[in-house]
């Protein structure tokens, strides 16, 4: 079998990701501390994890209603309604998924037409791109910079956008920076995209996880942007959740049907196990999660003081759980960095150009690790630097 003529021209277009590079290199190696994947060292909170096991005892093991368990749309209605004051319908405007992941792929899949441009800011999250070239779109990447704090502004978002623009992606608080937009800076998004059709896609998975004080904004709580605006979020980061896999989606009704339809042939429904679970996280888990912000709030603190101690100029991340220094004074590129880095000291982490053209000089480290981890990371990064 000629399998380069068998397969799909775009599939075998696709990069692998650069994040799972890296752990997989990781992954085969002794004493390696990895700082590359975005996932929580909690555990799910207890109470999440016996509604989980209640409902298997229960029997609670066949499919749920395509679009979710109505007790957990009812329940996602709730919680965005009591933390942002988003106001939708569980029944028509919530779509329960796989994952967020699911849910962005539903979403691009469901607005990008061949041709389409879909505006992606960079750096950020490795699939927006390679999901939004499987349906024959035309991603446009908009980079930020670390003297506007990686935030999207106005200019560039005006200089990028043309006739054919059809999406923006709009990540915040950002994977693999930390940066955040505050409702001035998302007050002047809006003001370039009124008057236009131009819908976004506002991936707020870190929604909870903000420091210093102010709340995360939703792009939806702005005026006039709710009917333009499809919010995926799920629990995998504010609850720790990663491996049951549980997310959604809330948008306009005519646009949630639509991701809905596609999601009833690919995947038919979210687990069912999982559902039961979260349905619990909603209800009675806020203040999981604010314990958890203050343990991340403190690493996010140590790790930003060791890097710019030891030289490495890192941006102070008001989101999420990575920082993001430059490694530009090294000579080094992104690459080469944690290629010499891993070999030499057994530390993991990302090259910045995974996320984007513009993250290059850069690197991504997570500090949803223990402190005793982050410590030892330091010592062998700052021991790494001293031999260069």
């Known amino acids: 079998m000629d399998y380069d003529k068998i397969l799909s021209r775009r599939a075998v277009a696709l990069k692998p ?5 890296f752990f997989d290199i990781a992954a085969e190696m002794d004493d ?6 975005g996932e929580p060292d909690f555990k799910t909170p207890w109470s999440i994890r ?25 329940e996602i209605a709730g919680y965005l309604r009591r933390r942002f004051t988003l ?12 994952g967020g992941s699911e849910a962005i792929d539903l979403a691009i899949r469901t607005l990008v ?27 446009v990447p908009i980079a930020t910079k670390p003297e506007d704090g990686f935030r999207l502004t106005p200019e560039a978002l005006r200089a990028a956008i043309t006739p054919k623009t059809k999406l923006l992606v709009l990540p ?39 420091y210093g004080g102010e709340r995360h904004v939703s792009f939806a709580e702005i005026d006039g942007m709710k009917e333009r605006t499809v919010i995926v979020n799920g629990f995998s980061k504010s609850y720790a959740m990663t491996g049951w896999r549980l997310g959604y989606a809330v948008g306009p009704a005519p646009v949630i049907a639509q991701m809905t339809k596609v999601h009833q042939f690919a995947i038919m429904c979210a687990p069912t196990t999982s559902q039961y679970a979260a349905v619990e996280a909603l209800k009675n888990c806020d203040g999981d999660i604010e314990e958890m912000r203050d343990s991340y709030d ?39 960095f944690c290629e010499k880095l891993l070999a030499a000291e057994h530390v993991a982490v990302i090259p910045g150009d995974a996320f984007g053209e513009s993250g290059e000089g850069f690197v991504r480290i997570s500090y949803s690790y223990s402190v005793n981890h982050l410590l030892e990371a330091l010592k062998r990064i700052e021991r790494f630097l001293k031999t260069l």
């Open 50 to 74: 016996r509604a989980g096991i209640e409902s298997l005892e229960r029997g609670h093991t066949w499919y749920t209603a395509n679009s979710g368990l109505a007790p957990l749309k009812k």
């Open 298 to 336: 403190m690493r996010r603190r140590l790790l930003v003081d060791g890097l710019n101690r030891m030289g490495l100029r890192c941006f102070e991340p008001e989101g999420a759980f990575y920082v993001f220094p430059s490694i530009r004074e090294t000579g080094m590129a992104s690459g080469e």
């Open 113 to 139: 037409n061949p041709g389409d441009e879909v505006l992606v800011v960079e750096p950020s999250f490795v699939c927006y791109t390679p999901i939004t070239a499987l349906t024959d779109g035309v991603p």
């Open 172 to 210: 915040f608080p950002n994977n693999p920076t930390g940066g955040i937009m505050r409702r001035e800076h998302l007050e002047a998004v809006a003001e370039v995209l009124r008057g236009t059709d131009i819908m976004v896609l506002s991936d707020e998975i870190y929604a909870e996880l903000t």
């Open 17 to 21: 990701s650069g994040i799972r590079r």
């Open 32 to 37: 390696v501390i990895s700082l590359g994947v």
């Open 87 to 98: 106001e939708y319908d569980a029944k028509t405007e919530v779509l329960v998924t796989v």
